[in-house]
């Protein structure tokens, strides 16, 4: 996940805090039955860790993402989401049920993506071409132009595609120049083998 992602992810969740809990607090107290008199503090609560959210990814969003307490914000997340769910579920009110099961599995997705995305990019390159990850395979004969700059490998194909790929690890110069020439050479040896379009 980008920056932005993880970022827009914790307004979003802080935003819904600060709507649902601002709603429950706002409800007449008429409305509220002696048994539902907690809600107004419950709801102030809500809107407050809402607003705190809300205002960690705004003014300190550099230093949350590149922490730990990325980690402790999305727990207080799903913690408060939880809550809601739970109860809005005991009491059978099922549209604020909705709103904070979506909202939990947003930010359980969000979570697990944050946490996977982070892994390293392999690069193998041998005489049958690039792979990267074992996902991406990229046949000599079908790549035209071949750079790696500033750990950013740009493979440029013949069917006017064009792929970047962050790559991890210190690069010297020699070799990078190395490893260009070695794949232009490659490059060149298997030109005969591409397919022609008619």
């Given amino acids: 996940m980008k920056r932005n992602q993880v970022t827009g992810m914790h307004l979003m969740a802080g935003l819904l805090l600060l709507v649902m809990g601002l709603l429950t607090w706002l409800v007449p107290d008429a409305v509220k ?5 907690f809600l107004n503090w419950a709801g102030l609560l809500i809107a407050f860790t809402g607003a705190i959210i809300i205002f960690l ?8 993402i590149q922490s730990n307490f990325n980690f402790v914000l999305r727990l207080i997340e799903i913690v408060a989401m939880g809550a809601i769910l739970i109860y809005s579920l005991l009491k059978e009110w099922y549209l604020p049920a909705a709103y904070s099961a979506a909202a939990t599995l947003g930010i359980l997705l969000a979570y697990y993506w944050e946490k996977t995305g982070k892994k390293d990019q392999v690069l193998v390159c041998d005489d049958n071409g690039i792979s990267i990850d074992a996902k991406h395979r990229f046949s000599w004969q079908e790549i035209q132009n071949l750079r790696l700059r500033h750990n950013i490998l740009t493979i440029d194909c013949h069917n006017n595609k064009l792929y970047q790929y962050k790559l991890t690890g210190n690069y010297q110069q020699t070799d990078r120049e190395t490893f260009e020439s070695y794949c232009s050479i490659q490059i060149q040896a ?7 379009e008619w």
């Fill in 190 to 196: 298997k030109k005969h083998l591409k397919q022609k």
């Fill in 33 to 37: 039955q002696t048994e539902f008199s």
């Fill in 57 to 64: 990814s705004i003014f300190y969003n550099k230093k949350l």
